[in-house]
């Protein structure tokens, strides 16, 4: 009984598992059916792996067009993105040894995945090197006593391999160097804009520019007044003033100009010789300016003092002697007469005889006597008048009458 009943459970077993089996997917063959493709395998290539890009491709076998390609770094960054082509900047990963994975699915299942190794190390970075003029200073004016301009540049993080180039706006090219020297007068008259630009291996690393003001002769003249001397009084009698100036710099272009305060603009030229007519009596300042175009460049000032002419005052005529005041005819008449100037100017004379016998005025310089014939009988009437030396006469003349007649009367 006991062997038979052994039997018996083990005919159950086996037909339990038989039975099982029959119902169970897991524990019979798969079927032949369109879901159950063959293995698929996923590659990787890569497109560029420089210092700057990442660039990989991916591709699986059998592919059916609606598999979904993710990439990942799978021990540092984590997903990385979608696409079976994959490009990357590689600063956007981190530094190390990265396993790159591409998994591909398909309506969400993992059909397979491929990895690779990429390092990634990223360049040292590009210490900043910053351009700086040293020297002149940004506004500084180059007088025309400063006979050289000397230019000295820097640039941070140097690496001495680098080329200075200096550069003006209106002078174009200056030179080369981190420091330069130049005569002044290379450069020109102006308000510059002076550029440094830096170079290494032809690449420009920087510039920085400043303005630099250029002048070849100085923008204010020592002026001074050689003649008149300053106080210097000038006579109504002389003819002719001679004004002198000097300036300490002159380039020819100047023009000098000369005014009296009493009578405005009196000439121009550094050497200016006027009528002393043209100045009127008085105290006068006189200033020299000196222009260049119409920018005033300097002036002097000194004083001096044009004598009034006196005021003339006319002479007097007296007549001292003459004929007797009634007489026979046929006789000489004699004249005398004196003249006095209050201005103690020269005198000269004019006389005239009026009656049947008449002269019409006679000039005379310095005789003052006369000797007249009167021949005919009646009454005449002798004139004379002092003259002064500017012209002006007596205004009243000086006369003396007398009556002649015949013998036989």
């Not at 008449?333 to 100017?345: H, M, S």
Request: hydrophobic share 35%.
């Amino acid at each position: 009984m006991k062997i038979k009943s052994s039997l018996m459970f083990i005919f159950f077993v086996l037909f339990t598992l038989i039975a099982g089996c029959s119902y169970n997917d897991d524990c019979c063959p798969p079927k032949d059916d369109d879901n159950n493709k063959p293995n698929r395998v996923v590659t990787i290539s890569t497109i560029e792996d420089s210092d700057d890009v990442l660039s990989l491709n991916g591709k699986i076998s059998e592919p059916s067009g609606s598999e979904i390609f993710q990439w990942t770094s799978d021990n540092i960054d984590g997903d990385l993105g979608f696409g079976f082509d994959f490009k990357i900047d590689k600063t956007q990963l981190s530094e190390g040894t990265h396993k790159i994975t591409l998994s591909v699915y398909e309506n969400g299942t993992l059909l397979a995945s491929a990895s690779v190794s990429i390092s990634v190390k990223h360049p040292e970075p590009i210490p900043v090197r910053e351009v700086k003029i040293v020297s002149p200073l940004d506004g500084t004016n180059i007088t025309y006593d400063i006979t050289s301009i000397k230019f000295k540049g820097s640039v941070t993080n140097a690496l001495g391999t680098e080329v200075f180039k200096w550069m003006s706006n209106i002078n174009g090219e200056l030179g080369y160097g981190e420091e330069l020297e130049i005569n002044s007068a290379d450069i020109a008259e102006n308000v510059h804009t002076i550029t440094l630009l830096v170079y290494d291996n032809n690449v420009l690393i920087g510039s920085t520019s400043i303005s630099i003001v250029v002048n070849h002769v100085p923008s204010t003249r020592q002026v001074e007044i050689i003649s008149p001397t300053n106080g210097e009084s000038i006579s109504y009698k002389e003819s002719i003033v001679n004004f002198k100036g000097k300036i300490d710099i002159t380039i020819g272009d100047e023009t000098f100009k000369w005014n009296s305060n009493i009578d405005g603009e009196i000439g121009t030229g550094i050497d200016l010789q006027i009528s002393s007519s043209k100045l009127s009596a008085g105290n006068h300042q006189i200033t020299l300016l000196v222009y260049q175009g119409t920018t005033l460049l300097g002036s002097a000032s000194i004083c001096i003092v044009k004598e009034a002419e006196p005021v003339n005052r006319a002479p007097q005529t007296y007549i001292k002697t003459g004929p007797p005041t009634y007489f026979s005819g046929n006789h000489f008449v004699i004249f005398t007469w004196e003249g006095i100037d209050p201005d103690n100017d020269p005198i000269t004379y004019k006389y005239k005889l009026d009656g049947p016998v008449s002269t019409g005025w006679v000039y005379t310089s310095e005789t003052q006597n006369s000797k007249i014939c009167v021949n005919d009988s009646g009454l005449y009437t002798f004139s004379v008048v002092a003259i002064d030396s500017k012209g002006l006469e007596d205004s009243t003349a000086d006369v003396y009458q007398f009556e002649a007649h015949s013998c036989s009367s």
